[in-house]
């Protein structure tokens, strides 16, 4: 059973910082593509970052690049670092994964940065 639990938001003030974690079960994250995404209320969602399988390329959005840092450890954690936090980033934050022909997703951790 692949299961992905999102963790580490919270409220945090314009230009803060958190670090998300994505603790895996049935996957070994540092074989696939791990992603980041979220979603405010009445948006769709948004591609945040993603860490490429099999070594160290990653992708993000241009809303968050210089900003956000996606990492991963040896085999079980995707972590988000988020550095200069504004308003706009305000949204759940979930972590993805595209495995044997399915997406998993957890259950998404709210992150709100007070204006």
């Known amino acids: 059973q692949v299961q992905l639990v999102e963790s580490g938001g919270g409220l945090v003030q314009p230009g803060g910082s958190l670090r998300l974690s994505c603790a895996t079960s049935?996957?070994?994250?540092?074989?696939?593509?791990m992603n980041w995404f979220r979603q405010a209320p009445g948006k769709e969602r948004e591609f945040v970052a993603r860490?490429?399988?099999?070594?160290?390329?990653t992708d993000y959005a241009d809303s968050v690049k210089g900003r956000f840092t996606i990492s991963r450890d040896v085999r079980r954690t995707v972590y988000l670092q988020m550095d200069s936090l504004k308003p706009e980033d305000t949204a759940t934050y979930y972590c993805?994964?595209?495995?044997?022909?399915?997406?998993?997703w957890g259950q998404g951790t709210q992150v709100t940065v007070s204006s």
């Open positions: 860490i490429r399988a099999g070594g160290s390329g």
């Open positions: 049935g996957i070994v994250v540092s074989s696939l593509h």
């Open positions: 993805d994964v595209f495995y044997r022909g399915n997406q998993y």
